[in-house]
């Protein structure tokens, strides 16, 4: 529960505390002057206080873990209250109070803390695999039933004239299913994204021959970036289901990976056929929005359009 070692984690509680902050500055102030004034002071002593808290959560974090949920809100509240005392402390080695509010302080922080470790275990629940089940059995059902078929029945007709083919286009859709359908936890590395989308390719490439044409450039050095799992497939497929399917010339599909320094960056890119839009891309977007931004938070970028008839996909992970 206690993930304040996160940066989003960090900016989103400096920004509530500095809410509640600016809202209790509006008690007593006539004027705009007086309130950022007020401001002013109770930042002094609760920015200190406030990262503080997500310093100490952050040390005990793995300490918290193997104690269970039950010692995370008790522990969550009695640092509450001492950083409401450290505070209190602040504004009193300042000398903006003569006779300080020691118990005010502490129930403040008590029950910022209290707050704050609430959001803090919603944001866990939400980034465990039991609470994104839903979203990754919708992401495992992107691959979609017509696909098996069309497969099975490629495989159907090399049968006879190129056996070794079929051979290998039935080990592709066997492994393919093997890495689907298995339980990969929260994340995966990039290069077993990447062994999963080639062998998608591998199998669609059968069916469409030229129409399909794939460029790869990756980058060695970002093959261990931890990704969502299923993160690369449901683009792949937009790419050939958006460019290669509605196409009798085809499309070209390029599949890029780089990292630079302590970022790696994923493009997927297909051109599309004039006059198509982008709208039939959103389902599957949304989902790899949602699901990058839970495993990555803020460090995490997702950028997505259509221009000039070329649609691209760009992912920004840290290394």
């Known amino acids: 529960m ?19 902050m600016a809202v209790g500055a509006m008690f007593g102030s006539n004027n705009l002057w007086q309130w950022a004034e007020r401001l002013a002071l109770l930042t002094a002593g609760a920015m200190p206080a406030t990262l503080l808290w997500l310093l100490v ?48 302080s502490a129930v403040t922080g008590l029950l910022l803390s209290v707050l704050l470790v609430i959001g803090l275990g919603l944001r866990a629940r939400a980034r465990t695999p039991a609470a994104t089940a839903a979203r990754l059995a919708e992401l495992q059902a992107r691959i979609r039933p017509h696909f098996l078929f069309n497969t099975l029945n490629s495989a159907i007709a090399l049968v006879r004239e190129e056996p070794a083919k079929a051979e290998a286009l039935l080990e592709d859709l066997s492994d393919l299913f093997h890495h689907v359908l298995k339980d990969p936890g929260e994340s995966v590395t990039l290069g077993e994204e990447i062994a999963l989308a080639e062998r998608y390719l591998a199998i669609e490439q059968v069916r469409f021959g030229s129409r399909l044409r794939v460029q790869w450039s990756l980058d060695p050095a970002a093959d261990q970036v931890r990704l969502p799992p299923l993160l690369l497939q449901p683009l792949v497929e937009n790419a050939v289901k958006h460019g290669v399917e509605p196409s009798d010339r085809g499309a070209d599909i390029r599949i890029a990976s780089e990292r630079r320094g302590d970022t790696v960056r994923i493009t997927v890119v297909n051109t599309v056929p004039a006059g198509q839009g982008a709208s039939g891309h959103g389902v599957a977007l949304d989902n790899v929005r949602t699901r990058l931004g839970l495993l990555h938070d803020v460090r995490g970028s997702f950028r997505a359009g259509l221009r000039y008839g070329v649609f691209r996909v760009r992912i920004e992970v840290p290394a």
């Open 2 to 20: 206690f993930d304040a070692c996160q940066p989003g984690v960090v900016l989103r509680a400096v920004l509530f505390v500095e809410t509640v």
């Open 57 to 104: 959560a952050c040390s005990l974090k793995h300490r918290l873990g193997r104690l269970g949920r039950q010692a995370h809100y008790p522990v969550g509240v009695v640092l509450g209250a001492l950083a409401g005392l450290v505070a209190c402390a602040v504004l009193a080695g300042l000398g903006v109070a003569a006779d300080p509010p020691w118990l005010a």
